[in-house]
């Protein structure tokens, strides 16, 4: 088989394996502000084939109704992402651990497993809002404004791989040939 023809093969065999790869995607956090003054800022990783946070990273800040600000990582949390008829609800939440306990819900316009570009609206209201459990029983509520959002940033892994694939695979084929052909001159000896 030709050389041209092995490399063409090799890039469709590529793009094929990376489509059926999950699609790995990071979410930042954009203008969300509470209705007691505080913000929210940081991302979250979700893996599309799985519903999987790989990773999460939300700081919230002090404000009038949550007095002291809160980050909420793999460290003392956990990522819980359901998917409903109105978009996708994901809470980040701090099961198991002492009291105060701290619940950061979003309720999002879209299904994060199918949307892995472009900007996605937070619902405003009630449902979308940080909750602390104080140990008294008590629950503090701060609802999110309009206006915040998430912004996709896929991850270029793949096409990092493929990049350097297409790049090695004539580089392979330089060090390869000087042996086979040796190996080639052995086998016709014997």
Sequence with gaps: MAAWK???????????????????????LQNVAFDD??????????DTATGNAADFDVKTTAGTTITSAFEY?????????ASTSGGT????????????????????????????SGTVQIVQGPSSA?????????RL??????????????EPSIFVLLVAMMLGLPLLRLRIAPRARV????????
């Design 130 to 138: 940080e909750i602390v459990l104080l140990g008294d029983g008590t």
């Design 6 to 28: 092995r490399l063409i093969l090799g890039f469709a065999l590529s793009v094929a394996a990376s489509i059926s790869h999950a699609t790995v995607v990071t979410w930042n």
């Design 183 to 190: 190996i080639g001159r052995f086998l016709r000896k014997m």
């Design 89 to 116: 609800f994901a809470v980040i939440h701090t099961p198991n651990q002492p009291l105060p306990q701290h619940a950061f819900e979003l309720l999002l316009d879209k299904d994060l497993l199918t949307t892995t």
């Design 141 to 154: 509520i701060r609802s999110m404004n309009d206006g915040g959002s998430i912004t996709a940033v896929p």
């Design 73 to 81: 990582s793999p460290a003392n949390a956990q990522f819980a992402e």
């Design 37 to 46: 003054g505080g913000t929210a800022s940081g991302f979250f990783t979700i």
